[in-house]
């Protein structure tokens, strides 16, 4: 199993452009997320899907639009890239949701972005 | 007041020291707690879960206190390989599957 990937590893932008990350799990979890993690901030959760069909906003959302493309499948997408969104970009995924218990996130390896 | 926080560092320590961080947490109502461990430019990975009495694993203790709202994490023996960054993560149960990192402390240690 590959586990959590994500496309591209690195990515510089201009003001404006848009591009979209991609994540893909292969552990047939039902939820996955979108976090940023800036210096002395932690990890911000911007959008998270509790299963397939389903997305909702995170601590973080402005600026960015996310597909639930299959169970396998979430995307994140800079519509207009701004300076402010320069940062590291992990997608995770859990096994099962629900408010009664929590499973280990599982991590995939980040996306630098750059947005001169 | 942040939802986590934690004592940035970065703490420098010699091979063989006992090290001890502390998070604190504002949500009373919080249910679980997590010590997430993360290496320079990698992905956070699980440490170890926190449960109510205490629980350890090898030289790795993990406490919770629910009256001062706080959680440790004791590292015995360091090693080398123990310099990374350990994030505090917090289930405060205010809405469906959702978890919140505090932003990590920072662990050197030195031959």
């Known amino acids: 199993n590959a586990g959590v990937t994500q496309t591209p590893k690195f990515q510089v932008l201009k003001t404006g452009q848009s591009m979209t990350l991609q994540c893909a799990q292969d552990m047939n979890h039902n939820s996955m997320y979108w976090y940023r993690q800036d210096p002395g901030m932690g990890l911000r959760l911007i959008y998270y899907s509790a299963s397939e069909g389903t997305t909702d906003k995170g601590e973080v959302p402005n600026g960015y639009n996310v597909s639930r493309l299959n169970k396998r499948e979430f995307s994140l997408r800079l519509e207009s890239a701004a300076p402010s969104q320069t940062s590291v970009y992990f997608c995770?995924?859990?096994?099962?949701?629900?408010?009664?218990?929590?499973?280990?996130?599982?991590f995939g390896p980040g996306t630098r972005l750059t947005v001169l | 007041r942040k939802e986590v926080e934690q004592d940035p560092g970065p703490f420098n320590v010699p091979e063989g020291a006992t090290v001890a961080f502390n998070c604190t947490y504002s949500n009373s109502a919080s249910q679980s707690f997590f010590w997430y461990r993360q290496d320079c430019r990698k992905e956070p990975k699980l440490l170890m879960s926190v449960y109510s009495s205490g629980n350890e694993d090898g030289r790795f203790t993990a406490q919770l206190n629910r009256a001062s709202q706080y959680i440790s994490l004791l590292i015995r023996d360091s090693k080398l390989s123990d310099s990374a960054t350990y994030l505090c993560?917090?289930?405060?149960?205010?809405?469906?599957?959702?978890?919140?990192f505090g932003p990590g402390t920072s662990l050197s240690v030195i031959p």
């Open positions: 993560v917090v289930n405060p149960k205010t809405s469906y599957d959702k978890v919140i």
């Open positions: 995770a995924s859990t096994p099962n949701g629900g408010v009664s218990s929590y499973n280990e996130q599982f």
